[in-house]
T-cell receptor
Framework: QKEVEQDPGPLSVPEGAIVSLNCTYS??????FMWYRQYSRKGPELLMY????GNKEDGRFTAQVDKSSKYISLFIRDSQPSDSATYLC????????????FGKGTSLLVTP | EAGVAQSPRYKIIEKRQSVAFWCNPI?????LYWYQQILGQGPKLLIQ????????DSQLPKDRFSAERLKGVDSTLKIQPAKLEDSAVYLC?????????????FGPGTRLTVT
């Protein structure tokens, strides 16, 4: 079983829609969860991070962690064509120098 | 602040040839990572350096891959000989220190095609 599982999509939504992206993780020792956004032919860039359980909001983006079910979510409100990218969930692995365990990434297309 | 620099951006080689990638991390960043991202997958760690020492190279195919970080700044990743399955984007990342909360900054990657 992979450390972090993510549905690769692709996901296509109309502009203005609410988008929900999800991951599950296997190791209950994970405490810190991140969402990276990767545009085509670019490196990943950190979008949001959360620690332990709960919600974190930043503009149109909300990250949510449910430790009881080992579930990580990213919600995008009022989605824009510029949000079209691959979204990667990640968590640092405490037994390997905190390098990141990434999910496969979900490809999102927001159509005008 | 300048970002992580990588070169070349693209490389096409034939199988069994050798290739080298270069990474210049953000100035002052002690930790440097090389990740491999195969098409449709998330990045996978190959090797992590803390200054010029190796922290984790457990997933580096050492029979063909090697990496070094001389003087704790720039790093090179080499593949010799290349196989078809090495076709991927090689991402370099750096962070200020080695810690769960230290943000990793990624370069644009080197896209390798092995034919």
């Amino acid at each position: 079983q992979k450390e972090v599982e993510q549905d690769p999509g692709p996901l296509s939504v109309p502009e203005g829609a609410i988008v929900s992206l999800n991951c599950t993780y296997s190791n209950s020792a994970f405490q810190y969860f991140m969402w990276y956004r990767q545009y085509s032919r670019k490196g990943p860039e950190l979008l949001m991070y959360t620690y332990s359980s709960g919600n974190k909001e930043d503009g149109r983006f909300t990250a949510q962690v449910d430790k009881s079910s080992k579930y990580i979510s990213l919600f995008i409100r009022d989605s824009q064509p510029s949000d079209s990218a691959t979204y990667l969930c990640a968590t640092p692995a405490p037994n390997s120098g905190y390098a990141l365990n990434f999910g496969k990434g979900t490809s999102l297309l927001v159509t005008p | 602040e300048a970002g992580v620099a990588q070169s070349p951006r693209y490389k096409i080689i034939e199988k069994r040839q050798s290739v080298a990638f270069w990474c210049n991390p953000i100035s002052g960043h002690a930790t440097l990572y090389w990740y491999q991202q195969i098409l449709g997958q998330g990045p996978k760690l190959l090797i992590q350096f803390q200054n010029n020492g190796v922290v984790d190279d457990s997933q580096l195919p050492k029979d063909r891959f090697s990496a070094e970080r001389l003087k704790g700044v720039d790093s090179t990743l080499k593949i010799q000989p290349a196989k078809l399955e090495d076709s991927a984007v090689y991402l370099c990342a750096s962070s200020l220190e080695e810690g769960a909360y230290d943000r990793q900054y990624f370069g644009p990657g080197t896209r390798l095609t092995v034919t």
